[in-house]
């Protein structure tokens, strides 16, 4: 079974900067796929960030929403089976609860998700 738990979310100003984590336990070895999602309050929970690796770590890749471009990177760290998304120039609008999600661990497919952080950004 695949544990995921976020930290790092909290209050920050308009432009400042964050840093979540999402550690996972279980299975680690294999090609994987996290994404970063968030839910504001009344919308609907939009993908954020996503990265890929293969099964030895020779390839891998990462995606962006078009509103976080430039401004947040999802990164990983195998030894401490962990990913991270680093948020800089933070605005208003990026307040909301983020979300990590895996739907492939360990080259098991499956739809894992932690409990979520809250971020809010402050005008």
């Known amino acids: 079974q695949v544990q995921l738990v976020e930290s790092g979310g909290g209050l920050v100003q308009a432009g400042g900067s964050l840093r979540l984590s999402c550690a996972a336990s279980?299975?680690?070895?294999?090609?994987?796929?996290m994404t970063w999602f968030r839910q504001a309050p009344g919308k609907e929970r939009e993908f954020v960030a996503r990265v890929y690796w293969s099964t030895y770590g020779t390839s891998s890749s990462t995606s962006y929403a078009d509103s976080v471009k430039g401004r947040f990177t999802i990164s990983r760290d195998n030894a401490k089976n962990t990913v991270y998304l680093q948020m800089n120039s933070l605005k208003p609008e990026d307040t909301a609860v983020y979300y990590c999600?895996?739907?492939?661990?360990?080259?098991?497919?499956?739809?894992?998700w932690g409990q979520g952080t809250q971020v809010t950004v402050a005008s």
């Open positions: 279980g299975r680690t070895f294999g090609a994987s796929r």
């Open positions: 999600n895996s739907d492939l661990f360990g080259s098991r497919p499956g739809d894992y």
